[in-house]
């Protein structure tokens, strides 16, 4: 990971709150599952203290959930038992997923794509396509240029968005929709972008 994205830096994160850890399940999330977008082993990149993983676990859907914190994990698993839902939550590296190859028909990624610099970006991309299963699903919520300042994670652009998963992934639709933070300026701009693993 870059230095500025390390597993320390994150976990230094979640000594308090931090922006984007909501304590419920992004709209863009909930909207998505109501398609039926999601199904059958799920993997949530990135999930952070898990609500949106325990969203979809609720729902009935097999869901793994990783991040390279360990202090969002160990408060991810402490909701998962409040909350009697079975879900797998495990320390992970986005860029080098430790998960049975191929083994997901669904991923989704809540805000990490736009961490990473466009060599790690190239690494993650590799590292999903070998997670998720052909005729797989992805889906991809991240900041968009359209998002004014500078604070915060990089901003994409649509062109990004296809140019990193262009190899292994036919992209569905790129829509605009609203990344939820405890910012007091509140919601920001962003991509959902959903592909199909071919």
Known sequence: MNETHSPESFDDAYRGIPPWDIGRPQRAVVRLAETGFFRGRVLDIGCGTGDNALFLAAGGLDVTGIDVSRRAIATARAKADEQDLDVRFEVGDALDLDVTPAGFETALDSG???????????????????????????????????????WGPRRVTQDELRAGFGAGWTIDAITDVRFETLRPDGDVSAWLMTATRR
Do not use: K
């Not at 790690?120 to 300042?149: H, K, M, Q, T, W």
């Open 112 to 150: 990490v794509f736009h961490v990473f610099s466009d060599t790690d970006r190239i690494r993650y991309c590799a590292a999903l396509e070998r997670a998720v299963r052909a005729g797989g699903r992805l889906a991809v919520i991240c900041f968009s240029e359209n998002e004014p300042g500078d």
